[in-house]
């Protein structure tokens, strides 16, 4: 319940101040992931990845 009330919260505080200009946008970012197992007697591992992400969009407004 705590994490639906937390995320209702977010969800309505960036819907009212998410009120950008309309026109194209750019993204760019570096992701990086690291996984650990421990699998018993079978033994344990990790592994990291780097990568990195492009995008594009279109903002527009849905409201005056």
Do not use: H, R, W
Not at 32 to 60: C, H, P, Q, R, W
């Amino acid at each position: 319940m705590k994490k639906l009330f937390i995320c209702l919260v977010f969800s309505l505080a960036i819907s009212t101040i998410s009120f950008a200009q309309e026109g194209f946008a750019v993204k760019a970012g570096i992701n990086n992931v690291t996984i650990k197992f421990d699998a018993g007697e079978f033994g344990s591992g990790s592994d990291s990845e780097l990568g990195f992400f492009v995008g594009g969009g279109y903002n527009f407004e849905v409201s005056d």
